[in-house]
Structures are given as structure tokens and as C-alpha cells.
């Protein structure tokens, strides 16, 4: 297990890229904390806190998608860089500012957030061309799930600790310079230099003209809702028991089992079509949640806490997969970037939806809904089974040739998967005008 994973970090730039990218994305990691407690610094109510959060997270919703289209339009350095500058001023404008005026602060916050680079669809847009052959991709799709757990652990703690040394305004700004040198690190890179979205046909949709992607975005939106359900449903679970660092138990808990989880998944290979075990995962993932609702003693909780949290990563690997086998040609880094949104609009779903059920059903009640939500996502992908086929059909597109179509061939009947991740051609799309 150790082997494989070393021999992917001993690829040239794959180190790099990896570091980069999470110290890039530390602002989004962290944005929202350092939001609520900047504005209660500085004398906002929890109420205002929550609506700059909340603005921070929908513009970032907004923006991610936007903006890797135009990383697929015109390349990662000059669209994830001065993205990245900007989203540090934003942060900047509220630091100065403060929260009074309000339009300032909100102002800041929302350029903060629409402007986050989309870092995370980035990299895992340029691991074909540091790694060679499908299984190591597949390999660091689970190590970079894996590492995202560690990262958003660590990232409130480094706020915390920043808050401690000097204060919020500080944590603010250190955080987001933190940001911009990580992107920096990324876009300098010869892999990132070097990188091209393959040719695209013009279509005002574009990543979501496929239907095996919207599939899979109604999927992961039941997934984020389960997961920021079961952050709300664990701090209810504390209350009961009458220790508030029981929620922590839990969350770590979950986290933990998704580290696990990710290595182990990322350590082997997987035969079959990745569209089949995406389904099977999911599946695990929701079986995992629904224990959850008997809401036994605090050490069988926190250890069905863990058992919940192993198949969070593996599914997110998986899925990274099946949608670069999905997206349309031309389109890879913005299809990332609709599933990493996508994820994160339910997890606000579900953290504002479990909050009432909690009121009148308590903490059981709140884990009803973590696993409902992994019901429906399972759900989802039963439904829409046809957009997800294991193997495209035989009477659409052709046998894969091997070799990707150059620019001259654009009217070739079969078009590889973007960058070639699992040699295997584009299901359910011909080419020719789509518009």
C-alpha cells in the first residue's frame, strides 16, 4: 500500500501540485470560520456572521463552475492566478473595512468567493500528465480525497492558532496570502504551463449538456446535504449527552474513517467499470449513515461515526472518474468544478434543513436525515442508471483507436476522454454542432 503511494509522490511535480493545491484552497477551507469569528470581533452578531458565511459559500457556489470554464477556455495560469489575487483582496476589503458599513463586508465576501480559483478541478485535470497510465490517476484521485480530510482538519486549526498568536483580522489575511502562494505554485508549474483543455464545441451549457454529469451532481447533491446534516445532527447528539466536545469525537470520527477509507481504496485496483462501483459505494455510503439514527452510547456512536466516514472518500475518487468518462470534450476542469459546488450547495441544504427536524425531532431525528440523504443519492443513481451506462453504446460511438483525435481530426466520429484518464470514449455524445 505504502509502495503505490510512494511511487505516485516520486512522479515529477506531483509533490508540488499536490502541496500547492491544498495550501491554495486553505481560504475556502477555511472561509467561513474566519468569517464568523472576524465578524464577532468585531462586535457583529451571530446572525450578520452567518449571513457573510452564507454569501461567502453561494458565491463560491457561483464561482467555481464560471471560472473553470474560462481554465478550460484559456488555460490555469491566467484565469487561477489573478482569480486567486483577487479572492485575497476580497478577504483584504473586509479585513479594512470591518463589518460596519455591512455592504463593504458583504461586498468583500462575495468577491472573495466568487473569485476562489478552482483549484481542486485543476489538479486533478492535470494528474494525466504527470502520471502515466489510468491506475495511478485513479490512485491520486483517492490520495487527493485523503489529503483534502487532512486538510480540512487542519485548516480551522490553523485559524485558531493565528487567532491565538495575533488576532482575526491577522488569520484573515495570512490565510488567503497563504492562498495566492500556493496558486502561484501551481500555475508556475510546467505541467500547469503546459496544459490545454481538449477542443470544446461551443455550447452555452457546456459541462451540463451531459446527461451522465447531471446525473451525478443530483447524486453528490444528497451526499454534501448528509454530510453538512450530520455536522448539525452531531452537536444535538452532544447537547443530550451534555458534552459539547462529543460532537468532535464524532466528526473526527468520520473523518478518520474517510482518511482510512481513501487509502485503502486508492491502494489497489479496482477491475470493472468505475460506473458500476461508483453505484456500489454509494450504496455503502448510505447503509453506513443509517445506523446512525439509533443514537446508542457515546463510544458505540463514535464508532459508527467511523464506519460512516469510510466510503465518504473512496465514493468522491470514484466519482472524479466516472465524471471525466461523462464530460463532454473540452470541458473537464469546469465538470470538476460543477461536482465540487454541487457537493457543497447540499451541504449547506442539509445544514439548513436538519436545523428545524432537530427542533421538533431531536438528534435522531437529525440523523434521519443524514441518512436520508444517502438513501436519495442512491437513489438517484438507480434512476438515472441510463445516463451512467458502464460501457458506451456500440451504436454511438466506436471502439476506442487508442490515440486521441489532433486538431485536425475534429469531426472524427469518436472522441477520446479528456486527457485519456481510462481510454475509454466519450458516452452518449456525437460530434458535430450541439448548440
Not at 29 to 58: D, H, K, N, Q
Not at 91 to 108: E, I, K, Q, R
Request: glycine share 12%.
Amino acid at each position: 500500500m505504502a509502495t503505490g503511494y510512494a511511487e505516485l509522490l516520486r512522479a515529477r511535480h506531483a509533490v508540488r501540485l499536490l502541496a500547492g493545491t491544498l495550501t491554495g484552497r486553505l481560504p475556502n477551507a477555511t472561509g467561513p470560520l474566519a468569517i464568523v469569528l472576524f465578524t464577532r470581533a468585531e462586535g457583529g452578531s451571530y446572525t450578520l456572521a452567518g449571513v457573510l458565511s452564507a454569501v461567502y459559500g453561494l458565491a463560491t457556489a457561483v464561482g467555481q463552475p464560471l471560472l473553470g470554464r474560462l481554465v478550460d477556455l484559456h488555460g490555469q495560469p491566467r484565469v487561477m492566478l489573478p482569480a486567486a489575487v483577487l479572492s485575497a483582496l476580497g478577504m483584504l476589503l473586509l479585513a479594512v473595512a470591518g463589518t460596519d458599513p455591512v455592504w463593504a463586508a458583504a461586498l468583500g465576501v462575495l468577491i472573495a468567493g466568487v473569485c476562489t480559483p478552482p483549484l481542486e478541478g485543476g489538479l486533478r485535470a492535470l494528474w494525466p500528465s504527470v502520471l502515466k497510465g489510468p491506475e495511478k490517476v485513479h490512485r491520486a484521485y483517492a490520495l487527493d480525497a485523503v489529503a483534502q480530510e487532512v486538510m480540512f482538519a487542519v485548516g480551522p486549526l490553523l485559524v485558531t492558532v493565528l487567532v491565538a498568536l495575533w488576532n482575526e483580522a491577522a488569520a484573515l489575511l495570512v490565510v488567503n496570502a497563504l492562498g495566492v502562494l500556493g496558486a502561484l505554485s501551481v500555475v508556475v508549474s510546467p505541467p500547469s504551463r503546459a496544459w490545454r483543455s481538449a477542443p470544446r464545441e461551443p455550447h452555452w451549457l457546456g459541462a451540463l449538456r451531459s446527461p451522465g454529469l447531471l446525473a451525478l451532481l443530483g447524486t453528490f447533491f444528497f451526499v454534501g446535504l448528509a454530510l453538512g446534516a450530520i455536522a448539525v445532527a452531531s452537536v444535538s447528539y452532544a447537547d443530550d449527552h451534555g458534552e459539547a466536545l462529543i460532537s468532535s469525537y464524532l466528526l473526527s470520527a468520520l473523518g478518520f474513517g474517510a482518511l482510512i477509507g481513501g487509502v485503502v481504496y486508492g491502494a489497489r485496483h479496482w477491475p470493472g467499470a468505475p460506473e458500476r462501483r461508483l453505484a456500489w459505494l454509494v450504496f455503502a455510503l448510505a447503509a453506513g449513515y443509517l445506523p446512525l439514527i439509533l443514537v446508542p452510547g457515546v463510544v458505540a456512536m463514535t464508532a459508527l461515526a467511523g464506519i460512516a466516514g469510510l466510503f465518504l472518500a473512496p465514493a468522491l475518487a470514484c466519482a472524479f472518474v466516472v465524471v471525466d468518462r461523462h464530460a463532454p470534450s473540452g470541458t473537464v476542469t469546469e465538470a470538476f468544478s460543477w461536482l465540487v459546488t454541487t457537493f457543497g450547495v447540499g451541504a449547506a441544504a442539509g445544514t439548513a434543513v436538519v436545523g428545524p427536524v432537530i427542533e421538533r425531532g431531536g438528534a435522531s431525528a437529525g440523523f434521519a436525515v443524514v441518512g436520508g440523504g444517502g438513501l436519495a443519492a442512491f437513489l438517484v443513481l438507480l434512476l438515472t442508471a441510463r445516463a451512467l451506462p458502464a460501457a458506451p453504446s456500440a451504436s454511438r460511438t466506436a471502439p476506442f483507436t487508442g490515440s486521441a483525435a489532433g486538431p485536425g481530426h475534429a469531426s472524427a466520429p469518436v472522441t477520446e476522454a479528456e486527457n485519456d484518464r481510462n481510454a475509454a470514449p466519450e458516452p452518449g455524445f456525437r460530434t458535430g454542432p450541439q448548440a
